[in-house]
């Protein structure tokens, strides 16, 4: 059974970093070696929002325009694992972040922003930024 566990959120203030990891099990990359790793973001009263988007085949990672050039998605595959590294983090990146993967792909252009599209879901790691 595929299981997805976040780790590394947690309160900063404002300008600080973090950095998410999401660890896979119950498969590996190598059964699945073409497939999308996704982290997504939900605060109280908004939509689950995309904010980084990997093709493990490699090519371009998809960000949302509000974390452009402050969040960076990395793999690493011996471990099947995801990280999100979060710098000059603002009040407004406050939110609760999932991780997600979606397996049966046949290429980048299936790693989209789309919630709905991807299939297992880890059960989430709190993010705090105090002003």
């Known amino acids: 059974q595929v299981q997805l566990v976040e780790s590394g959120g947690g309160s900063v203030q404002a300008g600080g970093s973090l950095r998410l990891s999401c660890a896979a099990s119950?498969?590996?990359?190598?059964?699945?070696?073409?497939?999308?790793m996704g982290w997504f973001r939900q605060s109280p009263g908004k939509e689950r929002e995309g904010v980084a988007v990997?093709?493990?085949?490699?090519?371009?990672?998809y960000y949302a325009d509000s974390v452009k050039g402050r969040f960076t998605l990395s793999q690493e595959s011996t471990k099947n694992t995801v990280y999100l590294q979060m710098s000059s983090l603002k009040p407004e990146d406050t939110a609760m972040y999932y991780c997600?993967?979606?397996?049966?792909?046949?290429?980048?252009?299936?790693?989209?922003?789309?919630?709905?599209?991807?299939?297992?879901w880890g059960q989430g790691t709190q993010v705090t930024v105090s002003s």
């Open positions: 997600a993967a979606r397996l049966n792909v046949f290429g980048g252009r299936w790693c989209t922003a789309e919630a709905d599209k991807f299939d297992y």
């Open positions: 990997l093709y493990t085949g490699g090519g371009n990672t």
């Open positions: 119950g498969y590996t990359y190598s059964t699945y070696s073409r497939h999308c």
